[in-house]
């Protein structure tokens, strides 16, 4: 897997959990211990994660709705790292 593909994966899950932990009841420890792995790994593809959080901001997308292709776009560059 590209890094792109997979940093937008642990980006949108990550995403997922912090959600889940705005609502009442909160989220189990497993899934907090997730959290924490999910921000280990993103550290490996910091550029992947820069470009996916320009687009995010630049063009008001919400991360659940940002593809792979939009990123390999905005940067073509990271497509093939």
């Not at 705005?22 to 792995?37: D, M, Q, S």
């Amino acid at each position: 897997m590209e890094p792109v593909s997979v940093a937008l994966q642990l980006l949108k899950r990550q995403a997922e959990i912090q959600r889940q932990m705005r609502k009442p009841g909160g989220i189990p420890v497993l899934e907090e211990r997730e959290l924490f792995a999910i921000r280990e790994r993103l550290v490996q593809y910091p550029a992947a994660v820069q470009a996916i959080t320009q687009i995010a901001g630049a063009t008001r997308t919400p991360l659940e709705q940002i593809r792979v292709e939009d990123v390999e776009k905005w940067d073509g560059r990271l497509s093939t790292n």
